[in-house]
């Protein structure tokens, strides 16, 4: 069994440890620490051996003594010195926080690269299954990089679990240099940003769907993932137990087999109808939320009502920074969640360079 460790000044959420910890052979048990002065707390966890560090953001609120006024970036900061130093012992270290301090880290950008996520305390309360399913797979995932660190070539292949035909088709420049990376965390932090928070080489369900140009309320949605599944188009690399991804080039492979042309110049009804036919299924063609109808080109997921849309009614949202790598896809909104403004409750913008179209939309000369 793996063992954590969780870092809190308030005695009275000592519970969340127990509600992070998952039970088995396999499992995490996770133990609840108060803090106590800076370097003497950090030089504890070291020696302790975690598999595992959650934080909360605010260590200094409870002062027992003067020396106890730092938030969890500082000893994170140390954390991942140590770490950086000796890669066979690197951990997870996620941040677990009530909602109004979260946003004190949310402001911290300097703050960002020190851990692998983060939770609000009511997101692990309410979800708790959930959470321990994400932070047991954090667990494995380290123990897996580490396992194949001193790897002299590909290592990158070996975390994400490709055979040697198919590694050609990842192998973009960025993810190739994520072997020039000196520490385990950053290997993590990278994929986690990047490959699995990103649609990109990996696809979400609603992405999956979208493509496929399927309804996700509909029938039989289960059933086409079990063949998906045993088609080997899951992803099952680090981190794969947490996050239920679906590998890009290996959805457009298995598309092959219904049709003489790519899935994306098939509207989503005739994609629908070529599923059902080869695999026996009762699918729903999905439908276009600006459109009304099934007939539409369906190119992926509207990053705000997660229907699936297509690239022509959709706009760019804004991204705050520049996309680093060429294999992620930008982020859109569907023109029905313009129209009606919903999307501004998710915490998207929409990008400049949209606004004339937006401003269309929103005055209803793209319904005339």
């Not at 997870?92 to 983060?118: M, Q, W």
């Not at 909104?333 to 004339?356: A, P, Q, S, Y």
Request: include cysteine.
């Amino acid at each position: 069994m793996f063992q954590g460790i969780f870092i809190d000044d308030q005695k009275a959420d000592e519970h969340f440890a127990k509600l992070m910890s998952t039970p088995g052979k396999n499992g995490l048990t996770v133990k609840f620490v108060q803090p106590t002065e800076l370097m003497t707390l950090a030089n504890h966890i070291v020696e302790s051996q975690p598999a595992f560090v959650a934080l909360d953001y605010r260590l200094d609120e409870d002062r027992k003594t003067p020396e106890n006024t730092y938030k969890a970036e500082p000893l994170a900061q140390q954390l991942r010195s140590y770490t950086s130093e000796n890669v066979a012992k690197d951990f997870p270290i996620i941040l677990v926080s009530h909602e109004t301090k979260i946003t004190g880290y949310d402001d911290d950008v300097t703050a960002h690269n020190l851990f692998d996520c983060r939770f609000t305390k009511k997101e692990v309360a309410d979800n708790s299954e959930d959470r321990q399913k994400i932070i047991l797979s954090l667990v494995k995932g380290y123990q897996r990089m580490i396992k194949n660190w001193r790897k002299k070539s590909e290592r990158w292949a070996t975390f994400f679990a490709l055979n040697e035909q198919e590694r050609v088709v990842v192998a973009y420049q960025a993810i190739r240099e994520l072997d020039k990376l000196k520490a385990p965390h950053q290997v993590a932090q990278n994929i986690l940003r990047y490959v699995i928070g990103r649609q990109g080489i990996l696809r979400d369900k609603d992405n999956v769907l979208a493509r496929l140009g399927v309804a996700k309320e509909g029938n039989d949605v289960d059933t086409l993932f079990d063949v998906l599944k045993k088609a080997k188009v899951i992803y099952s690399g680090v981190f794969s137990e947490g996050w239920t991804r679906w590998w890009w080039h290996r959805l457009q492979d298995w598309e092959e087999q219904f049709a003489d042309k790519p899935f994306g110049n098939l509207t989503g009804k005739e994609r629908v109808l070529r599923l059902n036919e080869k695999l026996g299924l009762k699918l729903s063609s999905a439908e276009s939320r600006w459109q009304e109808h099934t007939d539409a080109l369906f190119a992926f997921a509207c990053d705000s009502c997660h229907q699936p849309t297509e690239q022509q009614y959709s706009v760019i949202a804004y991204e705050p920074e520049s996309l680093p790598h060429s294999f992620i896809q930008r982020r859109h909104i569907c023109w029905k969640c313009v129209e009606t403004g919903e999307f501004v409750d998710t915490g998207l913008e929409i990008d400049d360079g949209e606004r004339f179209i937006v401003d269309m939309i929103q005055n209803g000369e793209m319904r005339n």
